[in-house]
């Protein structure tokens, strides 16, 4: 049974940072596809960044890029994302996704969902 389990989130101030952390259970992330959505209220979920299983390329929203970093570490079958200079736009519930499709920046493509940990980011 496959389980993608997301941690770090919280509370921080505009400006700070906070760390990610998608635990996997089930599957070998390197033979994924590993991405980072999100979703504020009232919006639909968004793409935010992918760490492709294929040559280990990684993906980024224009609206985080340069902020937020995707990672991965195969021996601990985790995957992170690295969050940066925060701003309130951030706020959201973030999700971890693995899956094995082409079109990465597209929530059809992952076959695998958490439960999201949410981050909200003060003013």
């Known amino acids: 049974q496959v389980q993608l389990v997301e941690s770090g989130g919280g509370l921080v101030q505009a400006g700070g940072s906070l760390r990610l952390s998608c635990a996997a259970s089930g599957l070998n992330i390197s033979s994924y596809t590993m991405g980072w959505f999100r979703q504020a209220p009232g919006e639909e979920r968004e793409f935010v960044a992918a760490?492709?299983?294929?040559?280990?390329?990684?993906y980024y929203a224009d609206s985080v890029k340069g902020r937020f970093t995707i990672s991965r570490d195969n021996a601990k079958n985790t995957v992170y994302l690295q969050m940066n200079s925060l701003k309130p736009e951030d706020t959201a519930v973030y999700y971890c996704?693995?899956?094995?499709?082409?079109?990465?920046?597209?929530?059809?493509?992952?076959?695998?969902w958490g439960q999201g940990t949410q981050v909200t980011v003060s003013s």
């Open positions: 760490f492709t299983r294929s040559g280990g390329s990684t």
């Open positions: 996704a693995a899956g094995r499709g082409v079109y990465i920046r597209r929530e059809s493509e992952y076959d695998y």
